[in-house]
């Protein structure tokens, strides 16, 4: 039997300690999340470093940043740090048994009106002793948790993907132009972006992707635009341009066929947009969360007869949006 005391175990503490404040770059944070005091996950860490006979961490004040040296370590102590927390779920997995623990998902509003309600449904029938908990959140906000380990994956949308990061594309959908039925527009089978000109359009905040899309593809084409109207959320948009006070250009994920609109296609000027699951890089994963994107994925499938198209992450290092519109 290994004791209490065991180097091993001593080791695995000083692991924790490590990689806790190396996420939250903060000891005192790192205290606070393991519930322990400040000098012990501080003795931890230098017990590691002078086991390791090197730095880990540079020290300005109370704040806290990795050497190279501590890079490293991160990089091969956090799996095994993961996998230690998760070992009883995948313990009970390996025997067939996914049925209880939480699963932390972090997705924007689109995904979580659009995408996530039916899989969400399903799974929670079949797993009911498992804690399902969506947090709402923003691209920026969304990828603070990944970091920071306080979900397990985000859905939803991403153009640029940071090395810490993975993106796996899921579903494919096509950009439309909305506008209400007695528009001008309603009866012209061919639009160009010099039809669009001269009407305002809804687009939402400008921090999100869909305006910076909007306004390149303007702007590259040197055709002007006018925006009538900023709005949040495309249920909102798509309830402002019912009642004629603009019209807005969308990704499909939001049209449900039901609307009071006339949809026209647009993808001779703008890009499709995939939407998929985003994991930090190295990230170990529960049996609960891999069992909900098995589910994910052959939710995809089971809806697209056409062979799948090839999938590509950008790796670029622009830590620019998992989106929410």
């Known amino acids: 039997m290994v004791s209490a005391d065991s180097p091993n175990l ?11 404040a190396a996420q939250t770059g903060s000891v005192s944070k790192a205290a606070q999340r393991l519930k322990l005091s400040q000098p012990s996950v501080s003795l931890q860490i230098q017990a590691l470093e002078k086991e390791l006979d090197t730095l880990l961490f540079e020290r300005c004040g109370p704040k806290i940043r990795l050497t190279p040296a501590g890079e490293l370590l991160l990089e091969m102590a956090q799996p095994l740090v993961d996998g230690f927390a998760r070992l009883a779920d995948s313990f009970s997995a390996r025997l067939g048994d996914v049925n209880a623990g939480p699963l932390e ?13 039916e899989i969400i449904k399903s799974f929670s029938d079949d797993y009911p002793q498992i804690d399902v908990r969506l947090h709402n959140v923003t691209g920026h906000d969304g990828m603070a948790l990944l970091r920071a380990d306080e979900v397990d994956f985000a859905v939803g949308s991403m153009i640029d993907v940071p090395d810490d990061l993975v993106y796996h594309p899921i579903y494919d959908y096509k950009p439309a132009l909305i506008m209400c039925k007695d528009h001008p527009l309603a009866d012209k089978e061919h639009i ?6 001269p ?4 687009l939402p905040p400008r ?3 869909t305006w910076n899309v909007v306004d390149l593809v303007f702007q590259q084409h040197g055709v002007p635009y006018t925006v009538a109207l900023e709005a949040g959320g ?17 990704t499909s994920i939001c049209l449900r066929g039901f609307e009071n609109l006339t949809v026209k296609p647009m993808d001779e000027y703008f890009p499709n947009r995939s939407y998929g699951v985003v994991v930090r890089r190295g990230k170990f994963l529960s049996p609960q969360a891999k069992q909900f994107l098995e589910r994910m994925d052959h939710d995809f499938f ?11 992450t950008s790796q670029r290092s622009n830590d620019t949006l998992i989106t929410n519109l």
Do not use: M
């Not at 009407?199 to 809804?202: E, P, R, S, T, V």
């Open 192 to 197: 160009t972006l010099e039809d669009i000109s």
């Open 105 to 117: 998902i972090a997705s924007g509003e689109a995904t979580l009106l659009y995408i996530l309600p």
């Open 199 to 202: 009407f305002g359009l809804i």
């Open 302 to 312: 089971a809806r697209h007869t056409a062979p799948p198209p090839k999938r590509k």
């Open 10 to 20: 001593n080791q695995l503490r000083q692991l924790r300690a490590f990689c806790n």
């Open 234 to 250: 495309w249920e909102v948009i798509k309830r402002y341009v019912e009642i004629g006070a603009g019209i807005s250009i969308v």
């Open 207 to 209: 921090h999100l992707s």
